[in-house]
């Protein structure tokens, strides 16, 4: 079942990623992105997975960049 384009396990796992940080969540779609292999372009995936690597280190760009933007919000 959808819900606003989203599938009721999408909505779920949005809506668990958004009482983190901005930083959370993006790792948590970037890593369901490249687990589920919804892209398959080398260069793309590469990429997402440095930016993974770089969102769990705290003192990272990423990190620094996203301290004081919220995550976004969903709710079920």
Known sequence: MTSNGY???VL???????????????????SKIVERGD???????KKMKQLITDLD??????????RYIPPLSFVL
């Not at 009482?19 to 970037?30: D, M, P, Y």
């Not at 892209?39 to 995936?45: L, Y």
């Not at 280190?57 to 996203?66: H, K, M, P, R, T």
């Open 7 to 9: 599938t009721d396990k």
């Open 12 to 30: 779920q796992d949005l809506a668990e990623s958004s009482t983190g940080t901005s930083a959370h969540q993006l790792r948590t779609v970037l």
């Open 39 to 45: 892209t398959r372009k080398p260069d793309i995936v």
């Open 57 to 66: 280190e705290s003192g990272s760009y990423i990190n620094l960049a996203l």
